[in-house]
């Protein structure tokens, strides 16, 4: 038996153990594409999620919003697993100028995932947003727990899959002083500058992939 060549067989078996652990760290990520600049000026940034270990870690950095104002953001997505897009501006159906919430929803889907101090809530009406600084730009960071947020997807919107893969993430808000005609609409209670979305990002897969 040859037992330098076993050592070597060992040694390759433990480093494909080592690829495959780091191959079970999905990501999906994209950049931010401004939307309604003529209100919202130059918006950027860049939105991801890894899994990791049950984990989905939220990571979104975005510049060029509202200072001092805090953005409401979100996971948006079809229910029937839809690959969701960001709207073009032929998504202005109602020609005032400004996609608003309701017109996002022909391509994006909806609201669906709160990105804030407790994803796992699904709440959506919260003051927990992260708020942009004095020179307009933030930076959110969270873990979300994998398999309590697959049971609350489940629960409120009777999904049985989570693909981020085929969700946008949205940035809203614009500054109080903001003037928007009266046509934008809003949800139900919330002023249009609060769900006014300035920023949306349609996620991919990035880099190494799980074999499923
Ligand atoms: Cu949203």
């Known amino acids: 038996m040859n ?27 994209a950049p931010f594409q401004a939307l309604n600049p003529a209100i919202t000026g130059d918006v950027s940034g860049e ?8 984990k989905l870690l939220a990571s979104i950095q975005v ?11 979100h996971l948006h997505g079809s229910r029937d697993f839809m690959e969701s897009r960001c709207p073009p501006a032929a998504a202005d ?27 796992v809530s699904l709440q959506i009406k919260t003051h927990t947003y992260p708020t942009a600084n004095q020179q307009g730009s933030y ?12 049971t609350a997807v489940k629960e ?4 049985d899959e989570l693909n981020p893969g085929r ?7 614009v500054t109080d002083k903001a003037k928007l005609p009266d046509s934008v609409r809003s949800l139900p209670d919330v002023p249009a500058k609060v769900t006014l979305p300035i920023a949306c990002a349609e996620l991919n897969v990035q880099g190494p992939t799980k074999t499923r």
């Open 3 to 29: 037992f330098g060549r076993l050592a070597i067989g060992l040694a390759c078996l433990s480093s494909l153990a080592a690829a495959q652990n780091a191959d079970d760290a999905v990501m999906y990520a």
């Open 167 to 173: 969700m946008v993430v949205y940035v809203h808000s």
């Open 139 to 150: 930076e959110y960071q969270h873990s979300i727990d994998l398999s309590k947020l697959q």
């Open 47 to 54: 939105a991801s999620f890894r899994e990791v270990n049950g």
């Open 156 to 159: 409120k919107y009777g999904m």
């Open 93 to 119: 159906t109602n020609d005032d100028g400004l996609i608003d919430l309701a017109e996002s929803r022909a391509y994006s889907g909806i609201t669906l995932i709160p990105l804030h101090d407790d994803p």
């Open 63 to 73: 510049s060029g919003v509202a200072p001092d104002t805090m953005h409401l953001q």
